[in-house]
């Protein structure tokens, strides 16, 4: 059973970059659909970005369209979140999940997704 395991967080002045990786541990990413979701203090855990097995297709939140890219390297069993010109209020933990990938599937909901890690910490400074 795969368990993803993340890594990258960290922090970073406004304006910075960073890059979150998620390790498929005990597994392997095939065939699965990774997205990456978010909790920030007080809030809901919220979808973030996705990126499909079956053809790479990508998709995101309105939050990380055009500052965030999600990507993968199935070679690796790794997926990265490279995030840019970070916000205070991309302050956050930030959590990798899996779920089995099906045609025209983009999974968005907490609840479609049955692997997940266990965080990591970003905080951006203003």
């Known amino acids: 059973q795969v368990q993803p395991v993340e890594s990258g967080g960290g922090l970073v002045q406004a304006g910075g970059s960073l890059r979150l990786s998620c390790e498929a541990s005990?597994?392997?990413?095939?065939?699965?659909?990774v997205g990456w979701f978010r909790q920030a203090p007080g809030m809901g855990r919220e979808f973030t970005a996705g990126?499909?097995?079956?053809?790479?297709?990508?998709f995101y939140a309105d939050s990380a369209e055009g500052r965030f890219i999600i990507s993968r390297d199935n070679a690796k069993n790794t997926v990265y979140l490279d995030m840019n010109s970070l916000k205070p209020e991309d302050t956050a933990v930030y959590y990798c999940?899996?779920?089995?990938?099906?045609?025209?599937?983009?999974?968005?909901?907490?609840?479609?997704?049955?692997?997940w890690g266990q965080g990591t910490q970003v905080t951006v400074s203003s």
């Open positions: 005990g597994g392997t990413f095939s065939w699965l659909v």
């Open positions: 999940a899996a779920v089995m990938d099906k045609i025209g599937r983009e999974p968005r909901a907490l609840s479609e997704y049955g692997y």
């Open positions: 990126i499909r097995y079956i053809g790479g297709t990508r």
